[in-house]
């Protein structure tokens, strides 16, 4: 059973990571920025962010491999400057294929339904459906890119973003650079065996409805974007991986009327957009992070 399972794991190298030899199956994370003020207030507010991710691939045979998982998200932070603190959360599904096209070729192809909302009185409405489907080049061990594009409906209308996936590992194996792009890069260095710095940019884009008295009345747009510098510890035989991260956090939460919409959003682009908004909150603050990921070495499989 071990010889059959080792080689089907290593078909996940080309699929699930363009050139890397490894797979991130778990991870998790914390954080809090420094608080800062609302505009035209001097009520001082905070955000806390949390996020899991998990990743299960099941290999089917020798060319595709199925993609299951889920990722949670939630904010807690004071949208209105005389309110409570508001939780806006996000739990989408993962599920789809991985195809090997051919020897340098693969795709990635999920479907990727998600429930967003503050998760009070939830029903159907909650529900937003999304796919994407992605194209990915191996050039050698080291190298590979690819192209792509992700759709989903928001509770704005209709969002379409293209994708464009980056990888690049030095041969001794000590500078890494992963993209995907405009979504997250990191950018590291093995300073020894077991520790590495870096930095990372996380750009993410959500939208919730909201529920105020009992009622529905409104939605909020939220479009973050994370730099940050980090010290990663490897641990359990370099299963587990530490990250403490410092950086510089831009937030904007815009609160719109419910039942306004636009037509389509591709990246920051915005067509048919003649909403009226009721609020917007920004904060640009200071960020500490805890990040805890769980990896699987596949350069091992293969010894």
């Not at 992963?178 to 990191?186: G, K, L, W």
Request: proline content about 3%; charged content about 20%.
């Amino acid at each position: 059973m071990k010889k059959k399972l080792i080689p089907l794991l290593f078909l996940l190298l080309p699929f699930l990571c363009s050139a890397q030899e490894y797979i991130d199956l778990f991870s998790i994370n914390y954080g809090k920025s420094q608080k800062t003020t609302f505009e035209n207030s001097s009520i001082k507010t905070d955000i806390t962010t949390f996020q899991t991710n998990l990743i299960l691939p099941i290999v089917l045979n020798e060319k595709y491999i199925a993609v299951t998982g889920v990722n949670f998200s939630s904010y807690k932070l004071q949208l209105f400057p005389n309110s409570e603190k508001n939780h806006l959360h996000s739990t989408n599904l993962r599920a789809g294929l991985t195809v090997k096209h051919s020897e340098h070729w693969s795709g990635i192809y999920l479907f990727l339904p998600k429930v967003a909302s503050d998760y009070i009185n939830l029903s159907s409405e909650d529900i937003y459906l999304g796919g994407l489907a992605l194209l990915k080049y191996k050039r050698n061990e080291s190298f590979g890119y690819g192209l792509g594009v992700y759709g989903s409906s928001e509770a704005y209308g209709m969002s379409v973003v293209p994708i464009v996936t980056f990888y690049y590992h030095s041969l001794n194996k000590r500078f890494e650079i992963n993209a995907f792009m405009p979504n997250d890069a990191d950018i590291n260095y093995s300073l020894t065996d077991k520790t590495k710095v870096g930095v990372d940019f996380l750009g993410h884009g959500n939208s919730y409805k909201l529920t105020t008295d009992n009622v529905r009345s409104n939605y909020v747009e939220n479009n973050s974007i994370d730099f940050s510098t980090y010290v990663q510890r490897s641990v359990l035989d370099k299963k587990i991986l530490l990250r403490l991260k410092m950086g510089y956090s831009l937030n904007q939460f815009r609160v719109y009327p419910i039942d306004q919409k636009l037509d389509l959003q591709i990246l920051a682009l915005k067509f048919g957009d003649n909403r009226t908004l009721v609020l917007e909150n920004k904060s640009n603050t200071l960020l500490l992070k805890l990040e805890a990921i769980y990896r699987f070495d596949l350069s091992n499989v293969k010894k």
